[in-house]
């Protein structure tokens, strides 16, 4: 494995932030195995890597099957994607911790893919023992185990399918860890990830495993071109901070219960005009006229098509959110007999 040293440009990140990287930001294009190391540092800026084929034959079957989804990012860029492994609350959209949809949706895949987690951490050890130590410990103090990709300090990661991504810092992750990135091509020309601050790109061929620091260093993927039966996957796997939250999995399965209950009942109060939401503190709040008394916030009022059709025929409004099943029968044969 060939070392290489670099010395960090002093870059204006704006030039290069949210735009598609291009080969005239770099010199130095990276193609067999490697350390970059940071002269002035002496930090390890990247550890690039070939897997033996026979590792990673069954893996790449499996990330070639997977149900990809289209997503648009934050710098609006769509995506082909998948998340593996844990994901933590939302305030708003999901307020527990869980495992991904993919977990749910193509278990025995996830499984292969999960457990090459276990295998990448063994190289991530051999390769940069300094930082992987670290990654471990603070896996192991802030994480519950149940909620880490076995053998491994990870707890989530992200399957890019054909996508170019422009320049970018990553978000969400422990500090002064790294990320761990297995690439999947054929028939692809291109498709390299540059770092501009150093002058220098990563091949990213077919079969490779690339170490670095996303959170502090930009990078981004070049365009490529792809021919018949051609595709360019990459697989990161990472430790999301927030996962620190997450607490035992009966805990958080007792908490989705609660949450789901207490929204619904919120809800049929909102319907009734006994609570309303704001959408600036993003809370419930008791009815006090048009403004929030928190941020002074006018309330979206919003009436619901089944307020509209209760009025039309007559039904008291305190029967709205009762399953249909539990109404009296005449309010029943009314709704029944409902044209719309």
């Known amino acids: 494995m060939k070392t290489y040293y670099v010395t960090p440009l002093d870059l204006n990140y704006k030039d290069y932030i949210k735009r598609p990287a291009h080969p005239k930001d770099y010199t130095n294009l990276i193609k067999g195995d490697a350390i970059v190391i940071d002269s002035s540092t002496n930090e390890i800026v990247v550890v690039y890597m070939k897997l033996p084929e026979k590792e990673i034959k069954l893996l790449r079957e499996v990330v070639k099957r997977v149900h990809y989804q ?6 609006g860029l769509s995506t082909d994607s998948r998340i593996f492994g844990y994901m933590p609350r939302e305030t708003i959209r999901k307020d527990y911790c869980s495992s991904s949809a993919l977990v749910r949706d193509q278990p025995k895949y996830h499984a ?4 090459f987690g276990a295998r990448l951490a063994q190289y991530y050890q051999q390769l940069a023992p300094e930082v992987y130590t670290e990654h471990k410990k603070i896996a192991d103090e802030k994480i ?13 990661g992200i399957i890019n399918k054909n996508t170019q991504l422009n320049y970018h810092f990553d978000t969400g992750n422990f500090r002064d860890v790294y990320s761990n990135m297995i690439a999947f091509k054929n028939q692809c020309e291109g498709g390299y990830l540059a770092f501009p601050m150093y002058d220098m790109a990563l091949e990213i061929g077919d079969g490779t495993i690339a170490f670095f620091n996303g959170q502090k260093h930009l990078h981004g993927v070049t365009p490529f071109t792809k021919g018949v039966g051609g595709y360019r996957f990459t697989l990161v796997y990472y430790t999301l901070q927030q996962m620190w939250k997450c607490d035992p999995v009966d805990e958080e399965v007792a908490r989705i219960r609660d949450r789901k209950t207490n929204r619904e009942k919120n809800r049929v109060k ?3 005009g006994e609570l309303n939401f704001c959408q600036k503190c993003m809370t419930w709040t008791e009815p006090s ?4 008394t928190k941020c002074n916030l006018k309330y979206r009022k919003k009436k619901s098509f089944n307020e509209d059709i209760f009025t039309e025929l007559g039904i008291d409004h305190k029967y709205i959110g009762v399953p249909f099943t539990s109404l ?4 029943q044969k009314k709704l029944n007999n409902y044209k719309r």
Do not use: H, Q, V
Request: net charge positive; proline share 9%.
């Open 270 to 272: 909102y319907l009734k």
């Open 289 to 292: 006229g048009d403004m929030c």
């Open 70 to 75: 289209k997503t648009r990012r934050t710098s």
């Open 328 to 331: 009296p029968l005449d309010i």
């Open 112 to 115: 292969i893919i999960a457990n």
């Open 144 to 156: 519950l185990p149940e909620w880490r990709i076995k053998g491994s300090p990870f707890t989530s």
